[in-house]
């Protein structure tokens, strides 16, 4: 949701003269990092760009495995495979589309660099139980942030985490995202990583993957409100949940130990689904499935009977901070109608 704030602060940066990255970006990464309760912050041109240098800093190279869920955008295996590595899919947990840890334990092997944790649909991961495994967490949080599992808040358990701030996300920079760490010698290697230049030897690994200070301008303005961006998004689900539970629609299930910011609103349906979008999208609702495709359909490999399911019978209902109350109460009467 991009406002009045929002166009004040691109025009200041224009007529600063100065567009590229420069003091925009360090308080973008100042205001992050404080908002997920982190030291440090090192802003780049996107999410899969952070996930990529995350993996690098933990050391990834050829041969290394990389364990992430396949019900999941393809940025992750993109991240894992540019660098050498090998993605290591498993399944995910029935009720919650987080990564299963009992999946995980029995994936590891002695090649494991890692384990991308993404906290789906605005709900953390079991992340006690995924930080018991001992292995390095990059945390994804592109689709959360200010959640909780456990009194953890998202973005603190992993050795480091990630954002981004693409267009759709819970913030938006246009494109964008950033690396995370408590660690401050992590952080150092991805920063020397994001620029090439004015360097004592060349590294092939170094490259131009930086954030321009219009973006972080813009940035700027939607971390301060993204306290209320997340309320809204709350308020809204809680509507959706009383409205579409009542006529029993199976709505998202918030496990006891975790909060949910809703950056998707997600129902469980039964029956084909894209007959239900396509009748949707003709009364102007635009209902989709949350992701495009599980990594597996795309390698045919292996068995991941949750992923599949998912991909089956997941449907995001619209929820962004910018829909109002009438648009909310008729999404509902419209969903009600074409599910009868
Ligand atoms: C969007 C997203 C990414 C990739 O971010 P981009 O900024 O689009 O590169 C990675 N992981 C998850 C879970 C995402 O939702």
Known sequence: MLGAEESEAAVAVIRSGQLVQGLYVERFEQAMAAFLGLPGAVAVSSGTV?????????GTSPGDRIVMPSYVCSALWLAAVRLGAEPCLVDVEPDTYTLDPRGVAQALSNRTRAIIVPHPFGLPADLTRL???????????????????????????????ICSFYATKLLCTGEGGMVLSKDSRLLDHVRGLREYDERPRLDRDTFNYKMTDLQAAIGL?????LP????????IARYYSAHLGAVGVPVPLIPADRTHVFYRYIVRMERPLQDLITRLEQRGIDCRRPV???LHRYIELGHFPESDRAWETALSIPIYPALRDVDVERIVSVFCEECR
Not at 221 to 225: H, L, Y
Not at 228 to 235: A, D, I, K, N, Y
């Open 292 to 294: 495009y495709q599980p």
């Open 50 to 58: 952070a996930l990529s240098l995350a993996l690098t800093a933990l």
């Open 228 to 235: 209320w961006f997340l309320e809204r998004r709350q308020h």
């Open 131 to 161: 930080r018991a495994l001992g292995v390095p967490l990059v945390e994804d949080c592109a689709q959360t942030l200010g959640s909780t599992q456990d009194g953890m808040a998202v973005g603190q358990v992993g050795a480091l985490t």
């Open 221 to 225: 303005c939607q971390v301060e409100r």
